[in-house]
């Protein structure tokens, strides 16, 4: 299972890091992402990461203002989200796939978190 949390209530520019900790078998050696939906819109891809770290992938819509990382002790994926806009705002999933780093595939999914930026 996964369960992800940090959301909450941020202006533009602020800064969250949303967290998302998996049980030892849906974490160990699966590649990471992070998704979110927007109200009235389809979820959508946010980053990536393998389980071994090296590999990581974006979407250009974040790219330099989010960070993804993970602890493979603590089984937690982790997303730093840096300089955020209003149009940020949307529920965050987290979600587990195996093999490498794609944006689609991923069979495991948590429940999500809101992140709000305001105006």
């Known amino acids: 299972q996964l369960q992800a949390f940090g959301g909450g209530l941020v202006q533009a520019g602020g800064s969250l890091r949303l967290s998302c900790t998996a049980s030892g078998r849906t974490f160990s050696s699966a590649t990471m992402g992070w998704f979110r939906q927007a109200p009235g819109k389809e979820r959508e891809f946010v980053a990536a990461m393998h389980w071994s770290g090296v590999s990581t992938y974006y979407a250009d819509s974040v790219k330099g203002r989010f960070t993804i990382s993970r602890d493979n002790a603590k089984n937690t994926v982790y997303l730093q989200m840096n300089s955020l806009k209003p149009e940020d705002t949307a529920v965050y999933y987290c979600?587990?796939?195996?093999?490498?780093?794609?944006?689609?595939?991923?069979?495991?999914w948590g429940q999500g978190t809101l992140v709000t930026v305001s105006s």
């Open positions: 979600a587990a796939r195996q093999g490498g780093v794609r944006t689609t595939g991923y069979e495991n």
